[in-house]
């Protein structure tokens, strides 16, 4: 971990986030923008929220989009719905997992029992539950972590879940790159913060954190002291670039999918703060050009 602390203000933090994250310009259509915009996951739990987070980074996006091959549904970070790059299956699931952990163990049996249970198939929710003897389908998200559960969940009904094999990803390098995703888009941060992002008790949290302190370096922000990954050190000393275009975001977008006095950061007006978990698809973006409520039905493949 380096030991020369740098000092970042709120604009050199927001820049970084908004360039990373690619807000400041959308990325072309095809798959590997649909990978690169879910570098963080993209929340899914309003139904399609995450059509409207790649809507905001990638052109060309429609309705459907949630669904491209070059994306996966599962139970992520605090066993909220997400969409993630399919090669990243193992970072949001097995990534969130404690080894040796008695979650993970029953984690582990429900995904066995799952398998045996539904040969292959996608079948509801709360089939799948009673297929195993579980009272309450929800317990099925105890599996999540293992990387062998997937969902669909349209926003309409129930999910249908099925099982898949095992992510062919080293555990361990699946729990530290979890903590790399979340630095690289809502950095900088702490254990702490990290933990209430990734749903992650405090003490793993920080075993995790200090397995990184060789890519670490410590920053001061009007926030408090906290960590950036060295990689993107030069990404926080860039200028910020010219304001984007507005951009509609979805509650529980990842560039305000923040806690504490992290939403001080994003905004410091106390009365506009609050909108952030209340009104957050209605929140103008820090740094653009102007303000602007968009509406979109869904209907079309633009709001």
Excluded: C, K
Excluded at 61 to 88: C, H, I, K, T
């Amino acid at each position: 971990m380096a030991t020369t602390r740098l000092t970042l203000t709120r604009e050199q933090v927001l820049a970084h986030r908004r360039r990373v994250t690619h807000l400041d310009e959308r990325l072309p259509p095809g798959p590997d923008s649909l990978r690169r915009a879910a570098v963080a996951g993209l929340s899914d739990s309003m139904p399609r929220a995450a059509v409207l987070s790649l809507h905001a980074r990638v052109r060309g996006v429609a309705p459907g989009s949630w669904e491209d091959p070059a994306l996966v549904q599962l139970w992520g970070p605090r066993f909220s719905v997400y969409a993630v790059a399919a090669p990243d299956r193992a970072v949001f699931t097995v990534g969130r997992s404690t080894a040796g952990s008695d979650r993970l163990a029953l984690g582990e049996e429900l995904a066995d029992r799952l398998e045996a249970a539904l040969q292959g198939e996608r079948v509801p929710m709360a089939e799948a539950a009673r297929a195993i003897g579980i009272g309450h389908p929800n317990a099925l998200r105890y599996a999540a972590p293992t990387g062998r559960l997937l969902v669909r969940w349209d926003g309409a009904r129930q999910p249908h879940v099925w099982i898949v094999p095992r992510p062919d990803t080293d555990p361990d390098e699946a729990r530290l790159e979890l903590v790399r995703r979340y630095l690289h888009a809502l950095g900088p941060g702490t254990p702490a913060a990290f933990g209430d992002w990734a749903g992650a008790r405090p003490a793993p949290a920080r075993t995790r954190f200090e397995a990184l302190r060789d890519e670490l370096v410590p920053v001061t922000t009007p926030v408090g002291e906290a960590w950036v990954l060295a990689a993107d050190e030069a990404s926080f000393r860039e200028p910020a670039g010219p304001p984007a275009p507005v951009r509609l975001l979805p509650s529980g977008d990842t560039f305000f999918l923040l806690q504490g006095e992290d939403r001080t950061l994003l905004v410091p007006d106390a009365d506009q703060r609050a909108a952030v978990a209340a009104e957050a698809a209605s929140l103008p973006l820090p740094g653009l050009d102007r303000d602007l409520v968009v509406h979109w039905e869904g209907a079309s493949g633009a709001p």
